[in-house]
C-alpha cells in the first residue's frame, strides 16, 4: 500500500495564498507593466525609433490578452517566442496536457507552474517584438528605484562593514572574543531580513528598508521559527580546518531580489571572505526577469557601479572592492536558465545535470528566498512538521542553507504544536514576510 501523493499548493483552493496570488495580485502586476510601458512609448520612441514606439502597442496587446486569460481561467498556452528555453516550456506544457487529458488553468494547477508561467509570458511579449526586446526590460526601473529608495539603510550597512572588515585583517585565529560568531550571525541574519524586501509581494508597490537594519537583529530573533545559524557556522569553521584544494573553501550564492537584499547578500559574501570562512563565492543569477524583483546579470553590475560612483566613502570603497574581486574571480557572477523553468529543484540532476555537478562543487550553497524555497520543498502540501531532508526529495548536490522569509504557505521541520502556536496569534503568519527561517541541511535522505 503507498501513501497518497501529496497536493500541490493551487489556486483551486478558495481559502489558499495561492487563489488570493493568482486572483488579485497577479492581474495587478500585469497591469502595472502595461501601464509603465504605456506611458513611456514617447520615450522609447525617441531613444529607440518609430518601429520601437509601434511596437509598444503590440507589447500592451500581448500583455493584456495575459491579464485576460489569467482572469478568466482559461487554458495554458504554448510559448512561441525563439527563446532557447521555449522547448522546454512547451514539454513541460504538454507533459501536463498528457497528464490531465486536457490544457492546464490558471485556477485548476499548481500555483509553483502558473505563476513561473506568468513571468515567462511577460518575457515572451517584449521578446516577440525584436526592436524593443533587448532594450527594455519590464521591472528595471522599479528595482533601481528600490535601491535608491533604501540609500539610508545600505549606507548604515557598508559603514558597518567597512568597521567590521579593519578588524579581520588578523584572521579568526586571533578571534579571542568569538568576534567572528557574532559577526557571522549578524551578517547572516541581514540577509535574512533583506529577503523581506520583495516587489512581487507588494505588487510593485513600495517595499524598502527605512530603518538601521543592524538594529533589527535582536528584535527579530523570536520571528525565527526554525535557526540552524550555529550549525551552520560550525561546519564552515570545520571544512576551512581541514585540508583544502588549491582553490580553498567555495560557498555558492542562489539570489533572490534586487536593490536592498542583494546589498545585503554582497556584505555577507564579503564578510565569509574577510573573516576567512570562504576563499571564493560564486552568486546566481537568473536568466531573464522573473518575479518582479528577483537579480540578473544586469542589476547585479548595476548595483557594483552604482555603488562604486557614490560619493559616500563605505559605498564608493566597496563598490571598487568588490569590482575587483569580480576581476580576480574571488567573486562569480553566473547565471543558468533552470533557475527559471517550472521545474522544482528535485528535477535538477535530471534536466540540468551541468547545474547540479557544478553546485556540487560548491563546499556550501545559501539558497535566498520565498520562491526558492519553495522550489526546494516542490511547493506541495507537507505537514508542517515533515522533516526539511524528506521534503527536499533528494535534491542535495551540497550542504546547504535557506534563508528566507514566509510569504507562501508553506513550511516544514516545525516543532509539533509550533504552527498552531503562531496562528493562534497571527492568522496570516505564512505569507507576510514577518516570520522566517535559517534551515540547513547536511544529510541525504
Known amino acids: ?39 513611456t512609448r514617447n520615450e522609447i520612441g525617441e531613444k529607440y525609433g518609430c518601429e520601437a514606439k509601434e511596437q509598444v502597442k503590440d507589447v500592451v496587446g500581448r500583455l493584456s490578452k495575459l491579464r485576460n486569460e489569467l482572469q478568466t481561467n482559461k487554458p495554458l498556452t504554448p510559448i512561441t517566442d525563439d527563446g532557447r528555453d521555449a522547448e ?40 516577440l517584438s525584436d526592436h524593443i526586446r533587448e532594450n527594455i526590460k519590464p521591472f528595471r526601473q522599479q528595482k533601481e528605484d528600490s535601491f535608491n529608495n533604501c540609500q539610508q539603510a545600505i549606507m548604515v550597512l557598508l559603514d558597518f562593514l567597512m568597521k567590521t572588515t579593519s578588524t579581520l585583517e588578523y584572521g579568526a585565529e586571533n578571534d579571542e572574543n568569538n568576534e567572528t560568531e557574532k559577526l557571522f550571525n549578524e551578517f547572516l541574519k541581514v540577509s535574512l531580513w533583506g529577503n523581506k524586501c520583495d516587489l512581487s509581494i507588494s505588487a510593485l508597490g513600495d517595499n524598502v528598508q527605512n530603518v538601521d537594519p543592524l538594529s ?23 571544512i576551512n580546518s581541514e585540508e583544502r584544494g588549491p582553490t580553498g573553501v567555495r560557498v555558492d550564492i542562489v539570489l533572490d531580489n534586487a536593490g536592498f537584499e542583494l546589498v545585503t547578500d554582497l556584505c555577507f559574501a564579503e564578510f565569509l571572505l574577510s573573516s576567512k570562512l570562504a576563499d571564493s563565492v560564486y552568486f546566481h543569477g537568473k ?18 557601479n552604482t555603488l562604486k560612483s557614490s560619493e559616500h566613502a563605505s559605498l564608493s570603497h566597496f563598490g571598487n ?51 526558492n524555497y519553495r522550489k526546494l520543498c516542490g511547493d506541495l502540501n507537507w505537514s508542517h512538521t ?5 521534503a527536499l526529495r533528494g535534491f542535495h548536490p551540497a550542504p546547504h542553507c535557506s534563508l528566507r522569509t514566509l510569504k507562501a504557505d508553506i513550511i516544514v521541520g516545525l516543532a509539533d504544536g509550533k504552527d498552531k502556536e503562531i496562528e493562534s496569534n497571527d492568522p496570516d503568519w505564512m505569507t507576510t514576510g514577518k516570520y522566517a527561517v535559517v534551515q540547513w541541511c547536511n544529510n541525504r535522505v
Not at 4 to 23: G, H, V
Not at 386 to 390: A, K, L
Request: glycine residues 0%.
Open 1 to 39: 500500500m503507498t501513501d497518497k501523493p501529496l497536493e500541490s499548493l493551487s489556486a483551486k483552493f478558495s481559502d489558499s495564498f495561492a487563489y488570493a496570488t493568482i486572483k488579485d495580485r497577479l492581474p495587478v502586476i500585469l497591469t502595472k507593466i502595461i501601464d509603465s510601458i504605456h506611458r
Open 88 to 127: 522546454i516550456w512547451n514539454e513541460y506544457l504538454q507533459s501536463r496536457i498528457d497528464s490531465l487529458q486536457q490544457a492546464p488553468t490558471w485556477f485548476e494547477d499548481s500555483w509553483l507552474y502558473v505563476e513561473c508561467y506568468m513571468y515567462r509570458r511577460i518575457h515572451e511579449a517584449f521578446q
Open 216 to 238: 533589527q537583529i535582536e528584535m527579530l530573533q523570536s520571528k525565527i521559527l526554525i535557526d540552524n545559524s550555529q550549525q551552520v557556522l560550525e561546519y564552515l569553521k570545520r
Open 287 to 304: 536568466a531573464l526577469p522573473w518575479f518582479v524583483s528577483d537579480v540578473v546579470a544586469s542589476d547585479f553590475f548595476w548595483t557594483l
Open 321 to 371: 572592492k568588490w569590482a575587483k574581486r569580480i576581476k580576480n574571480n574571488s567573486w562569480m557572477y553566473v547565471e543558468h536558465e533552470f533557475w527559471t523553468t517550472p521545474f522544482d529543484f528535485s528535477h535538477m540532476e535530471m534536466i540540468s545535470p551541468a547545474l547540479h555537478a557544478e553546485l556540487a562543487l560548491s563546499d556550501f550553497i545559501f539558497l535566498k528566498g520565498d520562491l
Open 386 to 390: 515533515t522533516p526539511y531532508e524528506v
